[in-house]
């Protein structure tokens, strides 16, 4: 009988085509297990994914609280726990709270229509390289107000950092993302020197703090997790929710009524979602669904498989597109939950708006290809046609 580890490989072609299959029978049989590859416990069950996101006192973020290191590019609200993170995340929030996302949602809408026009006047093109990457980069710098970089070269350097996420199943990634982090500081430090218009940025930037040279650290380190992170997440989510739509062209159809439009797109993460998990260490011996976790141990919450538990979700193989609630993990869930939660949800409903009124139809013009990574599910290339 094969083990978990066996069945659960998220690097396989088989797993990237559609792992839900695997994890739907790995949750029935083994909703916590031991997987060699990553060196932790895996948990697949809504709720137990869910406790290890919102007890941070037990199940740490930060490697330094169980006796490891991370590197000083590295700290940022997202490695931090509270009360550690709590003033840098709270500057953050604040800040994204004042700024006009319904403004920057109806310039993504407008940037959107315009790429459309474009690309229905020529044949088949790549989604991911003609959508989801201008989109992405456009929303993240217009919400932070900076000049958005070129973008295929920053593509280029998302790609690298997004694949160094998989330093444990594949070492070889970890330097090259260590470069591609260094150069995406580079960028912000200039951002930060630069006089910058209205936006995030010159929110916190304002507001900052101070002159104490760690929290400054910490603040320069999460404009660039918040600029990368948000870019790839929502990279990655626009290609998987453009692929579901194009395999469901009735659904963009019902997502013209706007009161489907919200709870549709918050279903389209739930049901293929971007980022497929987050690692926490156990600070100290505790037991989680039935399995004793020792001190030191890793443990991983696979969010791919807690948003198709059928215990949390009525229906969880289908897509739902006025469910409500919604509890996914599509950006995790707690302390660390992503900040840019709006705006991603801003941009795909951007997105779905315009390809919903756009007078051609998008259609399927052959079959997508698979980043090849475990922690965020993304396409490569996704091709398709503007049909009138």
Known sequence: MPSATDLYDPLDARVLRDPYPVLAELRRTTPVFWHEGMGSWALTRHADCVRVLRDHALFARDPRRTGGTVPEPSLS????DPPQQSRVRSLFMTALRAQDLGAVEERARRLVTGRLDVLAAGGQFDVVAELAVPLSVAVVADLLGVEPPPYAEFAEVSDAIMRSMDGGLDP??????????????????GWFAASSRPG???????AGPGADPRARLYVKNTARVMFQGGYSTMAAAVGNAVAVLLDRPEALEQMRDAALLATGVDELVRFDGPVQGTTRVAVRACRIGGVDVAAGQKVVALFAAANRDPDAFLGADRLVLDRAP??????????HSCIGTTVAQAGLRALVAALASYPAQLVAAGEGVRRRTATMRAYQTLPARLHR
């Open 200 to 206: 995030l940025l010159d929110h916190v930037r304002r």
């Open 172 to 189: 070889s990634l970890v330097e090259p993302g260590r470069i591609a982090r260094q150069r995406l500081s580079e960028l912000v430090d």
């Open 326 to 335: 919604n509890p996914h993990l599509g950006y995790g869930w707690g302390p």
């Open 77 to 80: 609200v997202q490695t931090l």
